[in-house]
């Protein structure tokens, strides 16, 4: 794997939307990433929080 297991460290992917953890990365920082997870829910809820002014 090309990583050196003494000190494992893990990255977080997390939605930027809902918090939801997508994924995680050894071998790196410990650090957060966000991305979308584009779970159906989080897209449902997503679009009902935003305000549709030309809704009909
Ligand atoms: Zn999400």
Do not use: W
């Not at 071998?27 to 449902?44: A, G, I, L, P, W």
């Amino acid at each position: 794997m090309g990583c050196n297991a003494r000190s494992l460290e893990l990255g977080v992917i997390m939605c930027k939307h809902c918090g939801t953890i997508i994924d995680t990365v050894d071998c790196n920082r410990v650090k957060t990433f966000y991305s979308d997870c584009m779970q159906e829910e989080c897209v449902v809820a997503r679009l009902e929080q935003e305000d549709e002014p030309f809704l009909e």
